[in-house]
C-alpha cells in the first residue's frame, strides 16, 4: 500500500479520537443518554406488562397496530437492550476513557509537578492576590507558615514560594469516571458464560432442592410469615439448612427480607411464597350412631393408595388436589396445589360389601351420597407452605461495587476538596502573591484576604465579602 | 410524641411561611424606594431567622415522630416530601450563610413552603414498615436522595433569578415563553396543593365505579369530574352537581388514571385561575414581575450560587438515589437495577446534572444555557417526584 492509501485512514481514526475526546461531544452523549432513557418508562417494557401476550400480539392490541409495530420494530419495548441505547452507552464509554487517557498527563504535570517559578506576569495577573513588604532574609518565613498552619504543602525553591492544597480534589473527576468505568464493566459482565445467573426455585417445608447452578442443596426448615397488629405482613422467612454434594449440613440460616443467604457465591432471596393444606385428621364416624370409629392422618399433599382404618381398609381410587369440573362437565383438578383436595375412596367394611365414596376434607358435610354406613368428618388441617426462593449468582458484583465506591470516592473529591494554591515572588523589597483555585472562588477569596489582613493588617481590612445587591 | 411531632411540623410550616412572605416583602420594598433599605434588610434579617427556626423545629418533628413510631421517618410520601421540604430550607440556610444574597430567600423560601404543603396533602399517619422496607438502606437511600434534592432546589432558584437577570440582555423569544412557561407551572402546581389541602381538609371523598385496572371502586378526594370507565352520572354530587360529567378514555387503562387525569385537569384550571389574577392584577407577564424583583442583583454571582447548589448536591444524590438505592435493590430482590420507571427517572436526572457540570467546562455553554439546565434539572426531580407517580405506577408504588 502506498502512503496515500493509508493517509486517510489515519486522519479518520484521528478524527474519531478527537470526536470523543472532546468534553462538548460527551456533554452532548450524556443528555442523549438521558433523553433516551425516557421511552421505557412510558411504555411498557417486555417482561414487566401484565398480560400473558407475546410482544408481537401484546403491543399491537395495547398500543394500536401502527404504533405498536413500530414500537417493536424500534426496539422501545425493549429499551434498555436496544441497539440504540447500547450503543450510546458504548460511545460514552469510550468518550469517559479517551478523554481521561487525553488529558491525564498534562493533568499529571500540572497538578504533582508544580512549576515554583512561573512566569511573573502570570502571578500578577492571578484572580486572588495581595503584596507585603519583603522584610529581613527570609522574605517568605511569616507568608509559609501562616499557609503551613493552613495545612498548605509549601516549596520554596529558585527564591520563589509555591504552596497548595486539596489536590486530589483536581483527580476527582478521574476517579469518578474510573468508577463509573467499573460500574459499567462490571454490568457488563453478565454477558460472559457463567457470570450470571437467575432461577427461581420453589421448597415446600421440609423439602430439600438442588439449587441450579450450584452444587449444593437447600432443605427448608419451614417458612414462617409474621403480622402487625393490624394484620399487615411483618417479615417473611424461610428457615433453611444447607447441604452440600456429599449430604453434609454445611449452614443452618434464616433467608428473610433483605436479608438473603449467600454460599459459594450463589445467593438465595426470599421473594413469594404460598401456602397449601398439608395433613388432615380425619375421623370415621358410623353413620347412624354418630360414635366414631377410628382416626386416620390423611396427607394431602401425596396421599397414600391405601389405608387401614379400624378394620376398615380405604383405598383411594382417584384424588383431585384442587377439585373442579371440567368443560365435559367430569371431575378434573384444576391445579397441581392443595386448594380444594376431593377424594375418590372405596371403602370395604370388615363384615360387608365394599362401597365407593366421595370425601371433600375441606367441606365434609358436602356428600354425594349420603346413604353410606359410615361417613369421614374432618378433625383438623395443617398448612404447609411453599416458599419461594430467587437464585442468583453475579459475578460482576464485586466490580460494581468497587466501581460505586470509587465513584462516591470521586465526586465526593471533586466536589468537596479544592484545589488552592499560591505562587510569590519577590520584587523591589515587595513580596507578590498570586492565589488561585479551582472551584469556591468566595471562600478562596475570604481565604486570601484573611492571610493578606494577617501579614499587612494596614492595608488590608477584613471587609464584607461580595456584596449581592446594591446598596 | 406524634402528636407532639405534628404541632412541631405545623410550626415549622408556619416559619417558613412567614420567612416567605418576609423575604418577598423585603424585596417589594427595596424595589418601591431606596429609603426603605434599611427597613427592608430588618426583614430580611427576620426572614433569614424564621427559616432557621423553622428548620430547626422541622428537626425536632422528624427527631420526635422517629421516637414516637419507633421507626425512621422516610418511608412514606408524606414523609419522604416533607424531608425534602426540610433540606431545601436546611440548604437555603447553609448557603444564605455563605453568601451574601439574601434576595434568594423571595424565590427559594416559597418553593420550600409550597414543597412541604405538598407533602402535606398526603396521608400523614405512622404506618408499619412492609417486610421489604424494613433495611438501613432505605433511610440511608431517601435521605441522601432527598438532601441532594434539596441543593438542587436552592440551586434552582438561584438559577431562574439568574435568567429573570440576564432577560434583557438579549432577548429570545423561546427563553421568554419557558420563562413565562415556568411560572405557569408553578401556579399549576400551587394550584394543584390549594385544592388538595382544602378538600382534604374539608374532609370530602366520593367513590365511584371503576372497570379499569383492577379495581372496582375509585375513592377521589376531589370532585370527580372525569370518572373512570364503567362509572355512571350521579354517583357523587359537588355542590349540587351530578358528577362524574364524562368518563376517561378508554385507552387509559390504568387503574388510577381517571382519577389522575382528573386532578391534573382540576389542577390546571386552578392554576390558570391562580395565573390569571397575578397577571390581571400586576398588569404585566410574571416574568417581567421576576425580573423586576430581581433587580440588578449581581449576576456572577446568582450564577455561582446555583452552581454551587448542584456542586453540593450532586454527590449526595449520587450516593442517595444510585449508589445506595443499587445496593438496597440488590439486597432486596437481588437485583441492583431493574429499570422501574421512578428508578429510571433517577437516573435521568442524575444524567442531566452531570450533563450539567460538563456544560460548566465547555466554553459557550456556561452561562444560560447552563443556567436553564439548572433549572430544568429541578422540574425533572418534581417530576420524578409527582409526575411519575401519576402516570406510571411501578416498583415504588407504594410511596
Ligand atoms: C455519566 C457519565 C459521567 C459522569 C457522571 C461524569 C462526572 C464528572 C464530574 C462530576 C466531573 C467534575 C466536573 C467539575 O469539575 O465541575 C467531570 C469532569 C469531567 N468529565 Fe465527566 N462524567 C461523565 C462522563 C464523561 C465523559 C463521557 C467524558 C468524556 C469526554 C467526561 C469527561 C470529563 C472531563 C474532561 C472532565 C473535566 C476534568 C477536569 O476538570 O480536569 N466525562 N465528570
New interface residues.
Given amino acids: 500500500m502506498d502512503e496515500q492509501g493509508v493517509k486517510p485512514q489515519k486522519d479518520l481514526l484521528d478524527r474519531t479520537w478527537d470526536f470523543f475526546a472532546s ?2 461531544v ?2 452532548v452523549l ?2 442523549l ?2 433523553v433516551a ?2 421511552g ?3 411504555i411498557e ?1 417486555e417482561g414487566m406488562y401484565a398480560s400473558s401476550l407475546p410482544p408481537e400480539e401484546f403491543y399491537p392490541q395495547r398500543y394500536g397496530p401502527v404504533f405498536g409495530m413500530l414500537l417493536l420494530r424500534t426496539g422501545m419495548t425493549h429499551a ?1 437492550s436496544s441497539w440504540w441505547y447500547l450503543t450510546l452507552l458504548f460511545m460514552i464509554a469510550a468518550s469517559l476513557v479517551i478523554c481521561s487517557i487525553e488529558r491525564f498527563v498534562p493533568l499529571w504535570r500540572a497538578v504533582q509537578r508544580p512549576n515554583p517559578a512561573p512566569d511573573k506576569e502570570f502571578v500578577r495577573r492571578l484572580r486572588h492576590g495581595f503584596t507585603f513588604p519583603a522584610t529581613g532574609d527570609a522574605p517568605y518565613g511569616e507568608l509559609a507558615a501562616a499557609l503551613k498552619a493552613r495545612r498548605y504543602l509549601v516549596i520554596e525553591q529558585e527564591g520563589r514560594l509555591y504552596a497548595d492544597k486539596g489536590r486530589l480534589g483536581r483527580w476527582g473527576p478521574y476517579i469518578t469516571h474510573i468508577g463509573l468505568l467499573l460500574v459499567l464493566i462490571g ?1 457488563g459482565m453478565r454477558a460472559l458464560p457463567g457470570v450470571y445467573l ?1 432461577q427461581f426455585i420453589w421448597v415446600r417445608d421440609g423439602e430439600i432442592v438442588k439449587v441450579p447452578g450450584s452444587d449444593f442443596y437447600v432443605e427448608s426448615l419451614g417458612f414462617e410469615v409474621e403480622y ?1 397488629e ?1 394484620g ?5 422467612m424461610t428457615h433453611t439448612r444447607v447441604i452440600d454434594a456429599n449430604g453434609n449440613a454445611v449452614k443452618t440460616e434464616t433467608i ?5 443467604l449467600a454460599h459459594n457465591r450463589v ?1 438465595l ?1 426470599q ?1 413469594s411464597y404460598y401456602a397449601d393444606y398439608g395433613q388432615a385428621e380425619i375421623a370415621l364416624v358410623d353413620r347412624q350412631s354418630g360414635a366414631e370409629i377410628d382416626r386416620f392422618t390423611l396427607d394431602l399433599i401425596q396421599p397414600d393408595r391405601v389405608y387401614a382404618v379400624g378394620g376398615y381398609r380405604l383405598e383411594l381410587v382417584s384424588y383431585f388436589p384442587d377439585f373442579g369440573i371440567d368443560e365435559d362437565g367430569q371431575p378434573a383438578t384444576r391445579s397441581s396445589r392443595v386448594h380444594n383436595p376431593g377424594l375418590v375412596l372405596q371403602v370395604t367394611p370388615p363384615d360387608a360389601d365394599p362401597f365407593t365414596t366421595w370425601f371433600f376434607p375441606l367441606y365434609p358435610g358436602v356428600e354425594f351420597d349420603d346413604t353410606t354406613p359410615v361417613r369421614f368428618v374432618t378433625q383438623d388441617v395443617t398448612t404447609v407452605y411453599t416458599s419461594g426462593l ?1 437464585v ?1 449468582k453475579d459475578l460482576g ?1 464485586p466490580v ?2 468497587i466501581g ?1 465506591l470509587v ?2 470516592v470521586g ?2 473529591a ?3 476538596i479544592a484545589h488552592r494554591r499560591y505562587w510569590a515572588f519577590t520584587e523591589d523589597g515587595q513580596v507578590v502573591v498570586g492565589g488561585w483555585t479551582n ?5 478562596f477569596e475570604r481565604e486570601t484576604l484573611q492571610i493578606a489582613h494577617h501579614l499587612d493588617p494596614e492595608r488590608y481590612a477584613l471587609a ?8 | 410524641m406524634i402528636q407532639v411531632s405534628s404541632y412541631l411540623f405545623l410550626g415549622a410550616f408556619v416559619a417558613y411561611l412567614a420567612s416567605a412572605v418576609l423575604y418577598v416583602t423585603r424585596l417589594t420594598l427595596r424595589r418601591r424606594d431606596p429609603r426603605y433599605f434599611d427597613l427592608a434588610d430588618r426583614l430580611g434579617s427576620h426572614g433569614y431567622k424564621a427559616a432557621v427556626a423553622g428548620v430547626i423545629l422541622q428537626g425536632l418533628a422528624i427527631a420526635a415522630r422517629w421516637i414516637g413510631s419507633g421507626q425512621v421517618p422516610l418511608a412514606n410520601m408524606f414523609e419522604y416530601m416533607s424531608f425534602m421540604g426540610w433540606s431545601i430550607m436546611l440548604f437555603f440556610v447553609i448557603l444564605s450563610a455563605w453568601y451574601k444574597l439574601p434576595g434568594l430567600g423571595a424565590f427559594v423560601a416559597p418553593v420550600g413552603v409550597v414543597v412541604i404543603a405538598y407533602a402535606s396533602v398526603f396521608p400523614t399517619e405512622v404506618r408499619p414498615l412492609v417486610p421489604v422496607l424494613q433495611s438501613v438502606w432505605l433511610p440511608l437511600h431517601v435521605s441522601f436522595a432527598a438532601l441532594g434534592e434539596g441543593a438542587f432546589a436552592v440551586s434552582f432558584g438561584a438559577a431562574l433569578m439568574y435568567l429573570l437577570r440576564v432577560r434583557k440582555e438579549q432577548t429570545n423569544q423561546w427563553e421568554e415563553a419557558a420563562l413565562e412557561f415556568t411560572f405557569f407551572c408553578g401556579a399549576i402546581l400551587t394550584g394543584f396543593i390549594v385544592l388538595a389541602l382544602g378538600f382534604k381538609i374539608g374532609g370530602y371523598s366520593a367513590e365511584v365505579t371503576n372497570l379499569a385496572g383492577g379495581v372496582t371502586v375509585l375513592e377521589y378526594t376531589l370532585p370527580p369530574f372525569i370518572g373512570p370507565v364503567g362509572s355512571v352520572r350521579g354517583e357523587a354530587t359537588f355542590l349540587g352537581l351530578q358528577l362524574p360529567l364524562v368518563h376517561a378514555p378508554t385507552w387509559m387503562r390504568g387503574a388510577y388514571a381517571a382519577k389522575n387525569l382528573n386532578t391534573l385537569l382540576l389542577s390546571t384550571v386552578a392554576g390558570t385561575i391562580l395565573y390569571g389574577l397575578i397577571r390581571l392584577t400586576a398588569r404585566v407577564p410574571l416574568r417581567e414581575l421576576g425580573t423586576r424583583a430581581v433587580g440588578n442583583m449581581n449576576p456572577k454571582l446568582l450564577d455561582e450560587v446555583s452552581y454551587r447548589g448542584i456542586a453540593v448536591g450532586f454527590p449526595l444524590f449520587t450516593l442517595g438515589a444510585l449508589v445506595f438505592a443499587m445496593i438496597w435493590a440488590q439486597k432486596a430482590w437481588g437485583r441492583y437495577w431493574a429499570w422501574d420507571p421512578k428508578e429510571t427517572w433517577a437516573l435521568i436526572t442524575w444524567l442531566f446534572y452531570s450533563g450539567y457540570l460538563h456544560m460548566r467546562i465547555v466554553r459557550g455553554w456556561e452561562g444560560r444555557p447552563a443556567a436553564w439546565v439548572a433549572a430544568l434539572g429541578f422540574v425533572i426531580v418534581m417530576f420524578t417526584l409527582v409526575g411519575v407517580n401519576l402516570l406510571v405506577s411501578g416498583m415504588h408504588s407504594y410511596v
Fill in positions: 468534553v462538548r460527551a456533554t450524556l443528555f443518554l438521558a432513557s425516557i421505557g418508562t412510558l417494557q434498555y454490568a437467575e402487625y393490624t399487615q405482613p411483618k417479615s417473611y428473610a427480607m433483605n436479608e438473603p445467593e432471596y421473594s430467587q442468583k458484583l460494581i461495587y460505586l465513584m462516591t465526586v465526593f471533586t466536589f468537596y472551584r469556591n472562588q468566595g471562600s464584607d465579602e461580595m456584596e449581592g445587591e446594591e446598596r
